[in-house]
């Protein structure tokens, strides 16, 4: 079998494989502060891949992510078809670090928004103006 790559999508999409396709795990790897703070797409779990305190990669991110998926069944060989995994974070860089690590660890369906939550920076240096799931009018949250 050969090895799965991460998959670029849009925020469309990730919110249709989330309405269709009810075992897909969507996981917003921002800090639990901006999870909150910031908003989150409805649905989304909070799992950090870098939080505060530290600001370091989470050590547990791929136990953290194996639990979500019916009790942590180990993915990669044909008997175990894993669940989709789509990864949101701001812009989709550092879901896109997390989702690789979940590939090099035998993940075979795992998804990266490839412009986040709120996209990159326009002229102004304002988010939300030029992609991202808000700025397609997905829904989400906010504390």
Same mark, same amino acid.
């Given at each position: 079998?050969?090895?799965?790559?991460? &998959? &670029?999508?849009?925020?469309?999409? !990730?919110?249709?494989?989330? &309405?269709?396709?009810?075992s897909v795990v969507f996981v917003d790897v921002?800090?639990?502060?901006?999870? #909150?703070?910031?908003?989150?797409?409805?649905? !989304?779990?909070?799992?950090?891949?870098?939080?505060?305190?530290?600001?370091e990669i989470n050590p547990h991110f791929v136990?953290?992510?194996?639990?979500?998926? #019916?009790?942590?069944?180990?993915?990669?060989?044909?008997?175990?078809?894993?669940?989709p995994v789509i990864l949101i974070c701001r812009?989709?860089?550092?879901? !896109?670090? !997390?989702?690789?690590?979940?590939?090099?660890?035998?993940?075979?369906?795992?998804?990266?928004?490839?412009?986040?939550?709120?996209?990159?920076?326009?002229?102004?240096?304002?988010?939300?103006? #030029?992609?991202?799931?808000?700025?397609?009018?997905?829904?989400?949250? &906010?504390?």
């Open positions: 079998m050969s090895k799965a790559e991460l &998959q &670029q999508i849009a925020p469309k999409q !990730a919110w249709e494989m989330v &309405q269709h396709e009810p921002r800090s639990s502060m901006e999870f #909150l703070f910031i908003g989150h797409p409805t649905g !989304a779990v909070n799992i950090p891949w870098i939080d505060e305190p530290e600001w136990r953290d992510i194996r639990k979500l998926i #019916l009790g942590g069944v180990i993915c990669g060989d044909e008997s175990h078809q894993c669940a812009s989709g860089k550092r879901s !896109a670090e !997390a989702g690789q690590l979940l590939i090099e660890k035998d993940f075979n369906r795992v998804y990266n928004i490839n412009t986040g939550f709120e996209g990159e920076r326009d002229e102004s240096h304002h988010r939300s103006s #030029l992609g991202g799931w808000r700025y397609d009018g997905l829904p989400w949250e &906010q504390c």
